[in-house]
Each structure stands twice: as structure tokens, then as C-alpha cells.
């Protein structure tokens, strides 16, 4: 769907969400640069451009921009790169509170400054991966959740500050298997319970894929959604259509 030519960055892009981005837009033609806090992953296609670097660190933030740059004119901005705390707030010391912050928001807002004057003349569109969690609370990730009600805030001011130049969205993804879901249901004092209530909550009757992803992100950077600016897209089979009143008893 994303028109060849195009130059895309995904940050955080070597697993899970990010990856499944990654080749997405790699499969529409766009070249891709990613990056991650270590080396490059050995099963990264070839052809995908890769730079160590830290979102929440500003210069690594205008080095990540400077070398997709160097490939023609900037297009595509996937702000995915995010990380978890599973604490409550008196739980959470200083150190994860800059830790958290410092990628979900403070990466977002590092990548968007360093991105935004180097798009296209032409344009360039901004997917910000928020979350159902910025919506609805999920128990013991108070500073997550907080972080991802920022991304949803400033995905709405770049939208309007930076239109008609500058396109900008969020995805909001519910339950998608990878390692930091995975790390979610850890938290439960039954796992396994915790998945079959889970599912029985979804709709959909299943988890999301990181592809279920990467299909909504492709069509916000296509001409298609070309009307669709300063929106957030709920990605969650349904989960948070639902009312918590537990399915199977009515
Ligand atoms: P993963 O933990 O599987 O992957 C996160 C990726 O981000 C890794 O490649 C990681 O690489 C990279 N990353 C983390 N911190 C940084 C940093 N400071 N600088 C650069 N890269 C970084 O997470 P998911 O794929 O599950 O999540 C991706 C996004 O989707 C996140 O923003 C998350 O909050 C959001 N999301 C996920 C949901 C889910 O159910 N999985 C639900 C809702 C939202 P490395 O560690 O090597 O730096």
C-alpha cells in the first residue's frame, strides 16, 4: 500500500510490533531505517538500514533522522520503540520514571523534533503507537498507561500544528503478542487463567498479531487515509467495545 520511493523510519524495529512494521513497509517499496538500543539483529533483512541508538537520547534521536536523510527526503515516521513498568506509583522510583518517560514520551517527542523540519516538501505522514492503556487503566502500569495518554495528546498537536504539511495518527493496540504482553500476563497470579479470561473478553476470540498492526499502520502512511489526520485507531479485537459484564453469563 505505502508508494515505492518512500523514505520510512520505525524506531524499534528489530522485534515484535516494530519488526512486523518494518517488513510490512519494506514490502510496499519504502526504504527503512530502524533502529534499537543494541547491535543489529542477525535476521534483519539486508536491505533494512539499522542504526544503534536511544530514542529518549536527543542526539541519538538526530543521528537516527540524519541517516535516513542521507537516503532522500524523510516520509515516513513509525514512533513504536516503548518500553514497560509493571508498578503502581508508589511503587515506581525516579530512576524508572526517567527510564519510562524518557522513551515513550520524551523518544516520541525527540524523533518528532528531529524529523518533522526534514520531511518532504511534499509531505510526510507520523504513526504514534499508542495504546488501549492510554484509554482504560490497565491494574499496576500507572506510568505506562500515563505515557501512552501522552501519545495520544501530542499525536493530536503535531496533527494540528503541523497540517496540511504534516499528517498525524496513532494506533492504539490492545492485547498483541510479543514479549511485552507476554510480560503483562506474567503479572497475573494465574497466567494461564488470566490468557482464557482474556480471550473470552476479545470479540475477535483471539489475541492480535503484530501484522494486525502493521496492516493499520500501512494504510495511515498510504494516500488512502489521506483525509484521516490527528485520529487515534483502536487496534484490539474489539476488547474495549465490550462492557465488563463477563461474556458467557448473559
Ligand atoms: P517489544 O518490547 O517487543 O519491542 C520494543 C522494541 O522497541 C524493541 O525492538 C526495543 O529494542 C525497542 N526499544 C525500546 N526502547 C528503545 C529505545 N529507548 N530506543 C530505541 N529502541 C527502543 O514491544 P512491542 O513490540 O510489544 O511494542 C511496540 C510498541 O507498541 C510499544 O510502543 C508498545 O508500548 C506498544 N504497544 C504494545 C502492545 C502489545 O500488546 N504488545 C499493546 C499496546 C501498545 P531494544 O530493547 O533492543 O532497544
Same mark, same amino acid.
Given at each position: 500500500m505505502?508508494?515505492?520511493?518512500?523514505?520510512a523510519?520505525v524506531?524499534?524495529?528489530?522485534?515484535?510490533?516494530?519488526?512486523?512494521?518494518v517488513?510490512?513497509?519494506?514490502?510496499?517499496g519504502a526504504?527503512?531505517?530502524?533502529c534499537?538500543? +543494541?547491535e543489529?539483529?542477525a535476521?534483519?533483512p539486508a536491505d533494512i538500514?539499522?542504526?544503534t541508538g536511544?530514542v529518549?537520547?536527543?542526539?541519538?534521536a538526530?543521528r537516527?533522522?540524519?541517516t535516513?536523510a542521507?537516503?532522500g527526503?524523510?516520509?515516513v515516521?513509525?514512533?513504536n520503540?516503548?518500553i514497560?513498568?509493571?508498578?503502581?506509583v508508589?511503587?515506581?522510583?525516579d530512576a524508572e520514571w526517567?527510564?519510562?518517560?524518557?522513551?515513550?514520551c520524551? +523518544?516520541?517527542?525527540n524523533?518528532c523534533?528531529?524529523?518533522i523540519?526534514l520531511m518532504?516538501e511534499?509531505?510526510?505522514?507520523i504513526?504514534?503507537?499508542?495504546s488501549?492503556?492510554?484509554?482504560v $487503566?490497565?491494574?499496576? /502500569? $500507572?506510568?505506562?498507561?500515563a505515557?501512552? +495518554?501522552f501519545v495520544?495528546?501530542?499525536?493530536?498537536?503535531? $496533527?494540528?500544528?503541523?497540517?496540511p504539511?504534516v499528517?498525524c495518527?496513532a494506533?492504539?493496540?490492545?492485547?498483541? /503478542?510479543t514479549?511485552?504482553?507476554?510480560?503483562?500476563?506474567a503479572?497475573a497470579?494465574?497466567p494461564?487463567?488470566?490468557?482464557a479470561?482474556?480471550?473470552?473478553?476479545?470479540?475477535a476470540?483471539?489475541?492480535?498479531?503484530p501484522?494486525?498492526?502493521?496492516?493499520?499502520v500501512?494504510?495511515l502512511?498510504?494516500t488512502?487515509? $489521506?483525509f484521516?489526520t490527528g485520529h487515534?485507531?483502536?487496534?484490539?479485537?474489539?476488547?474495549t467495545a465490550a462492557?465488563?459484564?463477563?461474556?458467557?453469563?448473559?
Amino acid at each position: 500500500m505505502t508508494e515505492a520511493n518512500k523514505i520510512a523510519i520505525v524506531t524499534g524495529g528489530g522485534r515484535g510490533i516494530g519488526r512486523a512494521i518494518v517488513e510490512r513497509l519494506r514490502r510496499d517499496g519504502a526504504t527503512v531505517v530502524t533502529c534499537g538500543r +543494541g547491535e543489529r539483529p542477525a535476521d534483519l533483512p539486508a536491505d533494512i538500514i539499522w542504526v544503534t541508538g536511544d530514542v529518549s537520547r536527543p542526539e541519538d534521536a538526530s543521528r537516527i533522522a540524519a541517516t535516513a536523510a542521507q537516503h532522500g527526503d524523510i516520509t515516513v515516521l513509525v514512533n513504536n520503540a516503548g518500553i514497560q513498568i509493571e508498578k503502581t506509583v508508589p511503587e515506581t522510583t525516579d530512576a524508572e520514571w526517567d527510564q519510562l518517560v524518557g522513551v515513550n514520551c520524551r +523518544g516520541v517527542f525527540n524523533m518528532c523534533r528531529a524529523v518533522i523540519p526534514l520531511m518532504a516538501e511534499g509531505g510526510g505522514d507520523i504513526v504514534n503507537l499508542g495504546s488501549i492503556s492510554g484509554m482504560v $487503566a490497565d491494574p499496576s /502500569m $500507572a506510568i505506562y498507561n500515563a505515557s501512552k +495518554g501522552f501519545v495520544h495528546s501530542l499525536t493530536r498537536s503535531i $496533527a494540528v500544528d503541523h497540517g496540511p504539511k504534516v499528517r498525524c495518527n496513532a494506533v492504539s493496540p490492545g492485547w498483541i /503478542m510479543t514479549e511485552m504482553a507476554e510480560s503483562g500476563f506474567a503479572l497475573a497470579s494465574d497466567p494461564e487463567k488470566a490468557r482464557a479470561d482474556s480471550i473470552a473478553r476479545h470479540p475477535a476470540r483471539r489475541f492480535g498479531k503484530p501484522e494486525d498492526v502493521a496492516n493499520v499502520v500501512a494504510w495511515l502512511v498510504s494516500t488512502e487515509s $489521506a483525509f484521516v489526520t490527528g485520529h487515534c485507531i483502536t487496534i484490539d479485537g474489539g476488547l474495549t467495545a465490550a462492557s465488563p459484564l463477563q461474556p458467557g453469563l448473559f
